[in-house]
């Protein structure tokens, strides 16, 4: 298992970013309006929230931003996925070169199996795909407890993304250090151009974060009544009692979430319907937020994959 852990940046990595044409201007790179992308899979039900009902409880819907597909099943929610993402890398590969993609362990990994199959194995640039992962628990690498050995096993192992591109945790040091290790990664990347800045709060803009949501609404590792939810200034930082093992994780902000420019929050089956019935549902207060209610996108697209299995306990009207 091979891949760049994070703690430097290579000449040959900038000069490839140049070559594939990104640019490296001096100062903070700035976001360029999305065109509209094709709406995924036409066997899925697809949702526009209605703002009144979920701005309260839900920031990211606050200016109409998030979108809801609703999959007859895990197998049409995958497919759905896999055409999703393959689209967003389509468009990112060709307006800049580069693909910047933020993984979370869990259930997600399995979610995006399709990619690795046909026709998205062949037809996806991978060679234009840099990957990430919203948090990390502190463990070696060829741990079970990894998120990078487990996308590793389920996907990175099978397509060509290079291996100079996929920004893994430093597994020797500790959280504190790893954190630190992780944001000047980002920060590095930056100059050279491969991510960019949302220049309205100077927190990286990446462009597709495929996440999925703990029974208890976490996301990343950021749970309820956590103080590191109120993080605001760090855009990598550390957790060290985690109540889901284990208890040594780093993880983005919430900043850093805000500001990516779609969000994809992957739920299927009947582990997290409780969170989904609160976050989605249409009762809800706006105290005591889920981390995943939390999520206030600057300027960015939210969008819900769920199976009809995770929505069964919101009624017919909260949709
Ligand atoms: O611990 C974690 O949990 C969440 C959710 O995982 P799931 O197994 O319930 O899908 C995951 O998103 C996060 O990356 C991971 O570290």
């Known amino acids: 298992m091979e891949s760049r852990a994070c703690s430097y940046i290579s000449e040959s990595l900038a000069y490839s970013m140049l070559h ?3 640019s490296r201007d001096s100062g903070p790179l700035t976001f360029h309006p999305k065109p509209p992308l094709q709406r995924p899979d036409a066997s899925a039900t697809l949702v ?35 055409k ?21 362990g869990g259930y997600l990994i399995h979610s995006i199996r399709k990619l690795v199959e046909s026709p998205y194995k062949e037809s996806v640039d991978w060679a234009k795909w840099h990957v990430f992962w919203v948090d990390e628990r502190v463990v070696k690498k060829d741990h079970v407890d990894s998120n990078y050995k487990l996308a590793y096993d389920g996907f ?10 996929v920004y893994s945790i430093n597994d020797s040091l500790s959280a504190e250090g ?24 100077g927190f990286p ?32 930082t550390y957790i060290k009692d985690s109540p889901k093992p284990p208890p040594q994780r780093i ?41 995943v209610q939390m999520v206030s996108l600057e300027d960015g697209e939210f969008t819900w994959f769920t199976d009809k299995e995770a929505v069964s306990k919101l009624q017919n009207k909260e949709f």
Not at 50 to 58: K, L, V
Not at 178 to 201: F, N, P
Request: glycine share 6%.
């Open 178 to 201: 790893a954190a630190d290790d992780y944001e000047a990664c980002l920060k590095q990347l930056v100059e050279t151009g491969v991510l960019e800045v949302l220049a309205s709060t």
């Open 156 to 165: 990175l192992s099978k397509v060509p993304i290079p291996r100079s591109q």
């Open 84 to 104: 999703y993402t393959a689209e967003l890398s389509d468009k990112y590969a060709r307006e800049r070169g580069a693909f910047t993609v933020v993984l979370s």
């Open 251 to 291: 993880t983005f902000t919430f900043p850093v979430i805000d500001a990516s420019a779609y969000i994809a929050m992957v739920v299927a089956g009947s582990g997290e319907v409780d969170a989904v019935k609160k976050a989605l549902g249409c009762k809800d207060s706006s105290s005591d937020l889920l981390p």
């Open 205 to 236: 803009r990446f462009d597709l974060m495929l996440l999925g949501m703990g029974p208890d609404g976490h996301i990343a590792s950021l749970f309820p009544g956590h103080p590191l939810l109120k993080e605001n200034k760090r855009w990598v």
């Open 48 to 82: 526009r929230s209605r703002r009144s009902m979920a701005s309260e409880a839900n920031p990211a819907d606050a200016e109409g931003k998030q979108r809801r597909l609703v999959s007859e099943t895990e197998e049409d929610l995958a497919v759905a996925l896999a």
């Open 20 to 22: 594939h044409g990104v």
